[in-house]
């Protein structure tokens, strides 16, 4: 059984996270406005995108959770599951 304070703890994680996911969309988006990137420039956005689907991912883990859906593990697990 869940206390009142996990519930918030999540609560509270996955809106944080969202936050951050705000922050790496709005950096990946800056970073995508570049013309003709070099190499290292290339790098960082190819960082800012994993950055941005891994916190996508954890974002909605956590609101699912929070939300009372049970059994979530991976992006791709899950969206084979409810896609088939």
Avoid: C
């Amino acid at each position: 059984m869940k206390t009142k304070a996990v519930d918030e703890q999540q609560d509270i994680r996955w809106k944080q996270r969202f936050q951050n996911f705000v922050k790496a969309i709005m950096h990946l988006d800056a970073a995508l406005q570049l013309k003709d990137p070099d190499i290292l420039q290339k790098a960082g956005i190819i960082q800012f995108f994993e950055m941005s689907y891994e916190l996508a991912w954890n974002t909605l883990k956590d609101y699912l959770e929070e939300q009372g859906f049970v059994d979530v593990k991976s992006p791709r697990s899950d969206l084979k599951r409810h896609l088939n």
